[in-house]
């Protein structure tokens, strides 16, 4: 069998915001990196990100700092965060932005020139430092272009990596091929670096690209990593629902940050009647109050449209069975009666075009028909919070697959920062690891296994299309482990992963190794399968609803429930399902939690 | 969803050559040339290769040529097009074809490299820096763009095998972005005349008309750009100015 070598003190895998600041980290320390990514330089999921990037730099509302930061990202994730994470996240992202300006990234202003911020779901005061709505475009372009720049950076683009190596219980190299030829390689490490990203493809309806086959959180748990909150999918209340091409692609919540309101088809403003007892005289209550709020009155409270992503989203899906639904099964977004032309243009750009160019609708005039759309997991691979370290030695992550941060539901803005703040951690945790273990060996009689089963689609004479098997997971996953979710559902999922199992074991390629699109879903759908499975049995076990996971069966919070995370673990070929207390909160940030900051 | 179906004709092949195949696609509501290229891919052949992440005009992946016009597939709608003949797709031809849709843009990350890195200089005493919108405004306009390297794909200089020597309109952008930058102090200006060859180009505009952002890469850019080189290089009372107050040249 023929491979290429390569060996690096440090293989990052994902050239996202996480994956490119963790490069940029570890080299700095003098490690030697290879950023290995799926697709070319700058076309990660990152780039899509629109809306902005928290952190309490206290721009425009001085009252906003990291406590603030801290106790919202807490309450956002119905308390199952990880603490530690979500205070060095709300204490470090401050530095971690201004970093990026001065790597060169351009955001808006504020009349005095510093960076603005505006107002996001669950934040508090205007958090959020962006750039019009392409953010993510921004702050991807300004990593990718200081990362070219560092000396100890190779980049392998369009590379996929599909097995880890161990020695022992260390991680000591990753295999994977090469899209554009079909040749092998073999990366020689120390440690590995996970920055790879969702799982949004195990959905229909989702806004995610096709990069999003949970490949991170599968590559650690068959390695025998921890993954930990896998049942927290994110639904985001605003995707396109028309036409049936763009059906889930985002809508950022800057719309609704920028003022925009949201409306049912007898024309009400329902958000007020959805106000959940957790934030109960936090929010606007007449329209006239979030009209002063909008107009920059400090004393109104925020309209009740800023609640959380997994508020608004279930509030929508209750007026569509209700019957109140637009046209094409969501609500209406209204930006136009609450803005003027010009703003409108000048703030959401791409919300604009997007409209525009694929759905025939002018946002400046008309308003957008939407609903939810799966975009996020807050489950991944279980780190630790000083180094993003995951539990098999060797192994670290960071960004969308690591878990922690985002407890039950992740604030907007909240992504971006994380990568950026736990991509520097990992950076620093790898490249430390990587000295201290710089006489780990690779055994490579591993590397024959790892082919044979690269190489097994193109050898299945009658097998099934991955494509159709992949639709079909899609629909199973929609209709059975979707946004609201009950025993006897999951069961079938159960069920019927059981199945899909064996026609994945079956689906066959076509054609030969170069660019072969096909192939590459054949690959996919492994991970695809377990991430899956993973998320089906975590929502299987946590009989309550919290955040982004919601049972029919048992509609409440549970105290019982708020005490663990579910965390999964291969037993053989057994996927377990285990409970971790959480970490104990030192009582100083209970109290800031409990009592607010003001 | 209709019964209607479109006719697609699509580059299969590589570099040493290939053939177009046709192929039928139904229509439905919305659907973009992106769709209808998947559709082949799941139906009638997994191997067809196209590039595509975000299919919603952010990412700069999909671009190719649809009946001979650079596009973004995932920003082409099939209603758009006449439909009563052939649609043809086709990978940009000023890059070398790897498969199918798939060209070899390579060469793009290896010129952006070569681009001097942002220099900013000294912040306050807080350590950050203070700047207007309207100075924001001024480079924020580059800085939307997606690397859909549709410019590069048709300007004649880079078609004409120029690459050795023109960075093209793409990495213009990119040096206006930094020339024109609130903050930067560094000075890139002879590399932009010696090593990029702004001289190159001839104005055609031909870049702006396809920029899927809808950069004026020729009048906000390129001409601003080149009226620097102007003055510092061939204007002398300029120049005499400019030794006075010279910012440090990195090719020096
Ligand atoms: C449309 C949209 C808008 C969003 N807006 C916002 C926002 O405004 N604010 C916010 O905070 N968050 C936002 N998010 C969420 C946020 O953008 C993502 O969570 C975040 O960008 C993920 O970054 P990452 O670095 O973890 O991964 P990504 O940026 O997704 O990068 C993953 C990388 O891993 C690589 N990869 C994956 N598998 C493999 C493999 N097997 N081998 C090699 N490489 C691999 C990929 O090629 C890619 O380079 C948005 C998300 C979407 C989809
Ligand atoms: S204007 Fe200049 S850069 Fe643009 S296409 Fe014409 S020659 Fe090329
Ligand atoms: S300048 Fe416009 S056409 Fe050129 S690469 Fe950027 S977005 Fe594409
Ligand atoms: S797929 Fe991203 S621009 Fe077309």
């Not at chain 1, 996919?524 to 069966?553: P, Q």
């Not at chain 2, 924020?140 to 048709?154: A, D, G, M, T, Y």
Request: with cysteine; hydrophobic share 40%.
């Amino acid at each position: 069998m023929n491979y290429q070598t390569f060996e690096h003190d440090v293989i990052v895998i994902g050239a996202g915001g996480a994956g490119l600041r963790a490069a940029i980290e570890a080299a700095t320390q003098g490690a030697t990196v290879g950023l290995v990514c799926k697709s070319l330089l700058g076309k990660a999921h990152t780039v899509m990100a629109e809306g902005g990037v928290a952190a309490a730099l206290g721009n425009v509302d001085l009252r906003d700092n990291w406590q603030v930061h801290f106790r919202d990202t807490m309450r956002g994730g119905k308390m199952l965060n990880n603490w530690r994470m979500a205070q060095i996240h709300a204490q470090e992202s401050p530095a971690r932005v201004n970093e990026l300006e001065a790597w060169g990234a351009v955001f808006d202003r504020t009349k005095e020139g510093k960076i603005l911020q505006r107002n996001f779901g669950g934040h508090q005061f205007p958090r959020l430092a962006h750039v019009g709505d392409r953010t993510g475009l921004e702050i991807i372009r300004t990593l990718q272009d200081h990362a070219v720049h560092q000396k100890n950076i190779e980049v392998f683009m369009e590379c996929t990596i599909t097995h880890f190596l161990k020695e022992g219980n260390k991680i000591c190299g990753a295999f994977g091929y090469r899209r554009v030829t079909g040749e092998f390689l073999f990366f020689k490490t120390k440690a590995i670096i996970l920055a790879t990203g969702g799982i949004g493809k195990s959905f229909r309806i989702n806004s995610n690209s096709w990069e999003y086959t949970g490949d991170g959180q599968a590559l650690a748990y068959k390695a025998g990593a921890d993954l930990m909150d896998m049942e927290f999918v994110q639904f985001h209340p605003t995707g396109m629902v028309w036409p049936l091409s763009v059906k889930g692609t985002l809508v950022t919540e800057g719309v609704r940050g920028e003022g925009g309101i949201l409306k049912n088809s007898k024309g009400e403003r329902f958000m007020f009647r959805y106000v959940p007892p957790m934030f109960k005289g936090e929010f606007a209550e007449t329209e006239e109050e979030a009209k002063r709020w909008l107009a920059g009155d400090k004393s109104a409270r925020r309209p009740p449209e800023l609640l959380t992503r997994d508020v608004v989203a279930k509030a929508i899906n209750a007026e569509v069975k209700a019957g109140r639904g637009s046209p094409h099964g969501g609500v209406f977004l209204d930006i136009a009666s609450q803005r003027d032309v010009e703003t409108i243009r000048k703030k959401l750009p791409s919300m604009y075009h997007q409209f525009k160019e694929l759905a025939n609708v002018d946002i400046t005039k008309e308003p957008m028909e939407i609903g939810p759309t799966c975009h996020y997991i807050m489950g991944g691979i279980r780190v630790d919070a000083e180094t993003g370290a995951a539990t098999v030695p060797g192994l670290f992550a960071a960004g969308e697959v690591a878990a922690g941060l985002h407890g039950a539901n992740r604030l907007g803005g909240n992504s971006l920062s994380d990568l950026l703040v736990f991509g520097r951690r990992a950076g620093l945790g790898a490249a430390q690891y990587a000295k201290e273990n710089s006489s780990i060996k690779a055994d490579t009689k591993q590397l024959d296994t790892c082919a044979t089963e690269l190489l097994k689609p193109f050898n299945q004479k009658n097998g099934e299309n991955p494509y159709e098997v992949m639709d079909q997971l899609q629909k199973m996953m929609d209709a059975h482990v979707g946004i609201v979710r009950e025993e006897k559902e999951l069961q079938k999922a159960i069920d019927s992963l059981a199945q899909l199992k064996s026609k994945v074991k079956n689906v066959k390629a076509a054609g030969d190794r170069t660019y072969n699109p096909g192939w590459q879903t054949c690959l996919d759908l492994e991970n695809m399968l377990i991430v899956s499975e993973a998320i089906t049995r975590a929502a299987m076990e946590r009989k309550e609803s919290r955040g982004g996971h919601t049972r029919i069966d048992y509609p409440e919070s549970s105290a019982e429930y708020a005490k663990f995370n579910f965390v999964l673990r291969k037993k053989g070929e057994e996927m377990r399902v285990e409970k971790e207390p959480l970490p104990k909160m030192p009582a100083a940030l209970e109290i800031l939690i409990k009592e607010g900051t003001t | 969803m209709s019964e209607k179906t479109a006719k697609i004709k699509v580059f299969r092949g590589d570099e040493k050559g290939g053939e177009y195949k046709e192929y039928d696609v139904p229509l439905f509501e919305g659907m973009v040339v992106l769709d209808a290229i998947h559709h082949i891919q799941a139906t009638a052949d997994n191997t067809l290769a196209v590039r595509w992440n975000c299919k919603a005009g952010k990412c700069g992946s999909c671009g190719g040529e649809i009946n001979g016009k650079p596009r973004l597939m995932c920003m082409t709608r099939m209603d758009t097009l006449p439909l009563d003949k052939p649609i043809t797709v086709e990978p940009m031809k000023t890059f070398p074809v790897i498969k199918d849709l798939v060209c070899d843009v390579s060469w793009n990350f290896e010129i952006n490299k070569k681009i001097p890195p942002f220099k900013p200089k000294a912040p306050l005493a807080d350590g950050t820096w203070r700047f207007s919108q309207e100075d924001a405004d001024r480079v924020q306009e580059f800085r939307k763009c997606i690397e859909c390297f549709l410019c590069q794909n048709v300007c004649h200089v880079l078609r004409n095998h120029k690459k050795e020597e023109f960075a093209g309109p793409r990495f213009l952008v990119r040096l206006a972005s930094l020339e024109m930058h609130p903050l930067d102090v560094e000075d890139r200006l002879s590399l932009i005349k010696e090593a990029f060859h702004i001289g190159l180009c001839n104005i055609t505009k031909c870049c702006t008309e396809v920029c899927p952002e809808h950069i004026t890469i020729t009048d906000n850019a390129i001409i601003p750009l080149k009226e620097r080189v102007v003055s510092r290089f061939y204007d002398p009372i300029a120049k005499f100015w400019q030794k006075l107050f010279a910012k440090n040249d990195v090719t020096k």
